[in-house]
Nanobody
């Protein structure tokens, strides 16, 4: 089993910043990729940003230049630095990890989500 614990959500004014963290633990041999997704009310879950174990990153067009994802392979923590936040960034943010466990095939795991609200 792999567990993902997210932290750092909250309420922020437009133009403000938040930092989300996701810590992975459990039966982990290697993490291939970690990412952040978001889902707004009535919307579908969408990719915000992802990073591979080799450091390659991918961002949604709507967050390029404002959000930065990083990954610490020493403690299996992914961080999403969100700057210049806009009301349209309001959503529940979910962490995802693609993990090679010690005892089975590659699996994709999800955190429970953390609420980000951008409002004045």
């Amino acid at each position: 089993q792999v567990q993902l614990v997210e932290s750092g959500g909250g309420l922020v004014q437009p133009g403000g910043s938040l930092r989300l963290s996701c810590a992975a633990s459990g039966s982990i041999f290697v993490i291939n990729r970690m990412g952040w997704y978001r889902q707004a009310p009535g919307g579908e879950r969408e990719l915000v940003a992802s990073i591979t174990s080799g450091g390659s990153t991918d961002y949604a067009d709507s967050v390029k230049g404002r959000f930065t994802i990083s990954f610490n392979n020493a403690d299996y923590t992914a961080t999403l630095q969100m700057n210049s936040l806009k009301p349209e960034d309001t959503a529940v943010y979910y962490c995802n990890a693609v993990v090679v466990p010690y005892d089975g095939p590659v699996r994709s795991s999800w955190g429970r989500g953390t609420q980000v609200t951008v409002s004045s």
